[in-house]
């Protein structure tokens, strides 16, 4: 799987960002759990959320939960983090990531990506 990632930028505290990534898949897209991790300067990569094959079940960490979410379009292969009510600590590179072909998004919460994206960069100024 590869995956490109955009949609980054800087953005003001309190308002909103919508990445994308986009897969080329050999396999049905819909195969594959997604998700996306963050990295902040100094401090180490994240997960933040996951989306289940057929987009019908999605986890969130406590620190995105009620202001990110996650979801899918299979037909586009593509997978979409809209960020509402952005804050200066969610500043970060954005990675999204797909597991092993069959396998459940919590393989990527586990630490089991089989394919990340190349990362965008997401700055929210206060």
């Known amino acids: 799987v590869q995956l490109q990632a955009s949609g980054g930028g800087v953005v003001q505290a309190g308002g909103s960002l919508r990445l994308s990534c986009a897969a080329s898949?050999?396999?049905?897209?819909?195969?594959?759990?997604m998700g996306w991790f963050r990295q902040a300067p100094g401090k180490e990569r994240e997960f933040i959320t996951g989306?289940?094959?057929?987009?019908?079940?999605?986890y969130y960490e406590d620190s995105v939960k009620g202001r990110f979410i996650i979801s899918r379009d299979n037909d586009k292969n593509t997978v979409y983090l809209q960020m509402n009510s952005l804050k200066p600590e969610d500043t970060a590179v954005y990675y999204c990531?797909?597991?092993?072909?069959?396998?459940?998004?919590?393989?990527?919460?586990?630490?089991?990506?089989?394919?990340w994206g190349q990362g965008t960069w997401v700055t929210v100024s206060s």
């Open positions: 989306i289940s094959w057929s987009g019908g079940s999605t």
């Open positions: 898949v050999r396999r049905a897209f819909d195969g594959y759990g």
């Open positions: 990531a797909s597991t092993s072909y069959e396998s459940s998004w919590y393989d990527l919460k586990l630490g089991r990506v089989g394919s």
